[in-house]
């Protein structure tokens, strides 16, 4: 198969994704609703370096609205798109869904993006998981959640192959994530 159509028949299922957006936007302004209020309720109790709290964590209230968003963006597209019961199957063989037919490929590639955002933007609103190995294991925690629910509920296939891409896909997002705080804190020091 050609190259380009490949990646058009990518560029389709990600826009294709889109129509979810309005409800993970819906999920984000609701938790960081909810989060600015207990934020607030922490600044009342601390009432000192007011003025630095807000300039510090205006960003990362942005952090915690996008990873809302995106995590209501997961959930709908590994979860909820999909009837209960319409796929069943475990596959526990490594690089089984590459190389043998288009759609698996995309699949493939589908799962490395759809982890990109976790380890790009996960880092910047949890400060614990800014060490690249606590990331990693979360996004592979993560993903071993969402293959249990998808086998338990046949919601979808459970297979390694989602696992480890899902986790080479947030092990990118982090490096995305690195990259950019080097780049913001150098330029803070100029």
């Excluded at 296939?157 to 490096?175: E, M, P, R, S």
């Excluded at 994530?177 to 804190?185: E, G, N, P, T, Y």
């Amino acid at each position: 198969m050609a190259i380009p159509l490949y990646l058009t028949t990518i560029e389709q299922d990600i826009f294709d994704t889109f129509r979810y957006l309005p409800h993970a936007v819906a999920v984000g302004v609701g938790f960081v609703t909810v989060a600015a209020a207990w934020k607030n309720q922490q600044i009342q109790k601390k009432r000192k370096r007011l003025e630095q709290y807000r300039a510090l964590h205006g960003g990362q209230l942005l952090a915690w609205f996008l990873v809302a968003v995106y995590f209501a963006m997961l959930i709908s597209i590994t979860l909820l798109s999909r009837e209960p019961g319409s796929r069943t199957g475990v596959d526990l063989k490594l690089f089984e869904t590459w190389g043998n037919q288009c759609l698996p490929d995309r699949y493939f590639v589908e799962n490395i993006l759809l982890f990109l955002p976790f380890g790009a933007l996960l880092p910047a609103a949890v400060p614990f998981l800014r060490r690249w190995w606590y990331c990693v294991y979360a996004a592979f925690a993560t993903s071993m959640m969402l293959e249990t629910v998808q086998l338990l509920t046949e919601r979808g296939f459970c297979q390694l192959d989602d696992v480890v891409t899902n986790t080479l896909g947030a092990a990118i997002g982090y490096l995305v994530f690195a990259l950019v705080r080097k780049c913001w804190r150098g330029k803070i020091e100029e």
